[in-house]
């Protein structure tokens, strides 16, 4: 089936810095690729859906500032939290609308998902 | 505004056994697509099934079956021979047949394979 990666998987940085995660559609094109926090033990939330070449459609109460979403081609999407702080940390999970050549394209299919620590 | 409810926060079934988790949605569509998603403990997102409602007939793959009911705004999956690797998170989500093709996830239920 359709593969969807993320990179890095687990990260760990200090507050105040910069992180930039990477999400990847390894054998599809993916016209819209969604961004999701998930919170232990907790559903995921959708933070924003951003379409190759415009910018993302941020969900409410999710600071556009602060996660910077770049959709930059039709593999590639990445999200960047900004001046982190220890409230950010959570995982992230990354998911493109696609599919093979010749299947539907309406589903997603979701990364591993990426565990980010703000010390 | 749609919304997806999953009443059953944790089950558990007896490997072998068959169990059913249940979901129910509300939206004022008549054209929609349905999925149930697994998360096992590493936590990657696996298509378990997908149902279009405007097929009547319930999808199914290999164990894993639904019974949707669209009258009734119910999506159960049914997991017939269940094995200690069906044991994880289950996402029931909605998506609407059109528009920004968004998920509405929800709560999740906990499931637990017995040995």
């Known amino acids: 089936g359709a593969v969807v990666s993320q990179h890095p998987s687990w990260v760990i940085c200090k507050s105040g810095t910069s992180v930039k995660i990477e999400c990847r559609s390894l054998?599809?094109?993916?016209?819209?690729m969604f961004w999701y926090r998930q919170f232990p033990k907790q559903s995921l939330m959708l933070m924003a859906t951003s379409n190759e070449g415009s910018k993302a459609t941020y969900e409410q109460g999710v600071e556009k500032d602060k996660f910077l979403i770049n959709h930059a081609s039709l593999t590639l999407s990445t999200l960047t939290v900004t001046s982190a702080h220890p409230e950010d940390s959570s995982f992230y999970i990354c998911?493109?609308?696609?599919?093979?050549?010749?299947?539907?394209?309406?589903?997603?299919?979701f990364g591993p998902g990426t565990r980010l620590t703000v010390l | 505004a749609q919304t997806v409810t999953q009443s059953q926060p944790e089950m558990s079934v007896q490997e072998a056994e068959t169990v059913t988790l249940s979901c129910t949605y509300d939206?004022?569509?008549?054209?929609?697509?349905l999925f149930w998603y697994k998360q096992p403990p590493s936590r990657q997102m696996i298509l378990v099934i997908r149902?279009?409602?405007?097929?009547?007939q319930n999808a199914t793959e290999n164990r894993f079956s639904v019974n949707f009911q669209k009258a009734a705004k119910s999506f159960s999956l049914k997991i017939s021979d269940s094995q200690l690797g069906d044991a994880a998170m289950y996402f029931c989500?909605?998506?609407?047949?059109?528009?920004?093709?968004?998920?509405?996830f929800g709560t999740g239920t906990r499931l637990k394979v017995l040995a």
């Open positions: 149902q279009e409602a405007y097929k009547q």
């Open positions: 998911s493109a609308r696609g599919g093979l050549a010749g299947e539907s394209t309406d589903t997603q299919y």
């Open positions: 054998d599809f094109q993916a016209t819209t």
């Open positions: 939206t004022s569509e008549s054209d929609y697509y």
């Open positions: 989500a909605y998506r609407d047949y059109s528009g920004t093709y968004k998920y509405i």
